[in-house]
């Protein structure tokens, strides 16, 4: 059978589609997995072993869409995150079955739709996913391996970085940037002071950068210039730095595409979300286990907000000197 699963927004949207893919497959090798993507995400798709068929959306209307998928020969599919273009473009390319969550007028082009309430949050992004399949296959097997990404010859490519760098003990990074997809964040200054502390311990502190990073990159090359933090602007594709990240003993960052990233492969999270129930960790749990993840709720309330910063403070220290 040919399935296709859409979700062709940002990165951290596309990770919590990975359980339910993986499920899937596991569910029957004999499936064949096609997942629609936004072009930023087609290299980590194309990572990922369990999907088979990677379609790239770089189109503009549902009429182009729908005539990418028609070679295809879809017999079902499912749509995490659903909008008019999708949802037409499916029923235009003669998509047997098209399961999708039961909200926005979008839903008149599905004939299986799915009622979740996801405003509500009651389970995670990724659990959500993982439901909407299993409303269909209703003996799937909802159990699935962490980290769900290995990277082949991760470790050649972080012995390149630490060589790179002059790194010689474990890793602890910080990820300062967000291209504006987190509700909440640290200001510089803040994260300076964090930077600030993680490099009294005995470990190698590295800032990162995405490669349209420039501009915050210099703010930061001019607070540490002198100190022996680095600094390192990713220029090699995410899949690179998912590399890099595997490797590392913890991930600084707000609730960002590079968060999930980290917690697909495996390494400790230190995150920042906003105080909403919207951009909770309720809803944006990562995929790893709950044990290395280490989530703040950033108030809008001063008081409760410097309160909060000083405990991310010693909480820090003492995840970076496994006290925690």
């Not at 930061?220 to 002198?226: A, G, I, M, R, V």
Request: proline content about 3%; hydrophobic content about 40%; some cysteine.
């Amino acid at each position: 059978m040919n399935i296709l699963v859409v979700r062709n927004d940002k990165l951290g949207d596309f990770i919590t589609a990975l359980p339910a893919i993986y499920l899937l497959k596991k569910h029957n090798k004999d499936f064949k997995i096609h997942v629609l993507v936004a072009p930023l995400n087609k290299e980590l798709a194309t990572t990922c072993s369990f999907i088979d068929e990677v379609i790239v959306d770089d189109t503009t209307n549902a009429v182009t869409l729908a005539n990418k998928l028609r070679p295809y020969k879809i017999e079902l599919s499912f749509t995490m995150f659903s909008n008019t273009k999708v949802a037409l473009a499916q029923s235009l390319s003669s998509i047997k079955t098209r399961v999708a969550p039961a909200t926005k007028i979008a839903q008149i082009f599905y004939n299986k739709r799915v009622k979740q309430r996801r405003s509500k949050v009651e389970m995670s992004e990724y659990e959500y996913n993982i439901e909407l399949v299993k409303s269909y296959f209703s003996d799937l097997n909802t159990h699935f391996p962490t980290p769900l990404l290995h990277v082949e010859e991760s470790s050649q490519i972080f012995n390149n970085f630490k060589n790179e760098l002059n790194l010689t003990k474990d890793i602890v990074v910080f990820h300062p940037g967000f291209g504006g997809s987190s509700d909440a964040n640290l200001t510089n200054e803040e994260y300076f002071k964090l930077i600030k502390i993680a490099s009294t311990c005995s470990v190698d502190v590295v800032v990162t950068f995405g490669p349209d990073e420039k501009r915050l990159y210099d703010i930061f090359n001019k607070e540490f210039s002198s100190s022996t933090v680095k600094l390192y602007i990713s220029q090699d594709g995410l899949i690179n730095f998912a590399a890099l990240l595997s490797h590392v003993k913890l991930f600084i960052s707000t609730s960002t595409g590079t968060y999930h990233l980290a917690a697909l492969v495996g390494t400790p999270t230190f995150t920042f979300f906003a105080n909403t129930l919207f951009a909770s960790v309720k809803r944006w749990r990562a995929i790893s286990s709950d044990h290395i993840q280490h989530p703040y709720m950033l108030s809008k309330e001063r008081s409760e907000y410097n309160k909060l910063f000083k405990k991310i403070q010693i909480d820090l220290k003492n995840v970076i000197d496994d006290k925690s």
